[in-house]
């Protein structure tokens, strides 16, 4: 059974760019959730998307987005990228959302 | 919100030996408890997780107890081997929901040879 996958794995943007990272979460799972990893502040959750809505936001500016499509797989973008945006960012899916999180390895974005 | 708080943020034991880790959580309303490892360069890694229901759960050389009252949480790893070398990570959620997850600040567990 195919894990959690986040493409691409590594990334360099500008500032001032965008940025859309994937999600594919295992099969039959329908809830994504999105999480910031720094050295800094740890692991933050982002938001979470179930059945294509958002159920779940956390404390982040609104140039942090996300959608889900009709076959669970997950995007989340960036706008207007600043420095302090560089992290790696992980997706977690889980069946519904009441069950175990499994993570993806991440897509690590530096922002120069 | 929820605000978890993880003690010690590194620890170092001899192969063989035990390791604790202990974790305090904010908000009463939590309900799950996850465990995380993760290692170099890979995404965290669910080693075991408690409901709040349960004051205590073990799978081969983990265990993890929960005193709800006090509000503490604690991984135990028995007779340590050097692949259990890694980040572990505690954590808590609301509603028993594995959605919306507050993150401790992470053990760095060494072992030595």
């Known amino acids: 059974k195919a894990g959690v996958t986040q493409t691409p794995r590594y990334l360099i943007k500008t500032r001032g760019q965008q940025v859309t990272l994937s999600c594919s979460p295992i099969?039959?799972?329908?809830?994504v959730s999105w999480y910031q990893q720094t050295p800094g502040q740890g692991l933050q959750f982002l938001f979470e998307?179930?059945?294509?809505?958002?159920?779940n936001k956390g404390n982040f500016p609104g140039r942090f987005s996300g959608r889900q499509f009709s076959n669970s797989r997950s995007e989340m973008n960036v706008s207007t990228l600043e420095l302090g945006d560089s992290a790696l960012y992980l997706c977690?899916?889980?069946?519904?959302?009441?069950?175990?999180?499994?993570f993806g390895q991440g897509t690590r974005l530096t922002v120069v | 919100g929820e605000n978890v708080e993880q003690h010690p943020s590194t620890l170092s034991v001899q192969e063989g030996d035990s390791a604790v880790i202990k974790c305090t959580y904010s908000?009463?309303?939590?309900?799950?408890f996850p465990w995380y490892k993760q290692e170099l360069g890979k995404g965290p890694q669910l080693i075991i997780d408690?409901?709040?229901?349960?004051g205590e759960k073990k799978d081969q050389r983990i265990a993890v107890t929960l005193n709800k009252t006090a509000k503490h949480f604690s991984l135990h790893i028995t007779e340590t081997q050097p692949e259990d070398s890694a980040v572990y990570f505690c954590?808590?959620?609301?509603?028993?929901?594995?959605?919306?997850?507050?993150f401790g600040s992470g053990t760095r567990l060494s072992i030595r040879p």
């Open positions: 998307y179930f059945s294509e809505t958002q159920r």
């Open positions: 408690i409901r709040s229901n349960v």
């Open positions: 099969s039959g799972h329908r809830s």
């Open positions: 908000d009463s309303a939590s309900n799950y």
């Open positions: 977690a899916s889980s069946l519904q959302g009441d069950t175990e999180a499994f």
């Open positions: 954590a808590a959620s609301m509603g028993g929901s594995a959605s919306k997850i507050i």
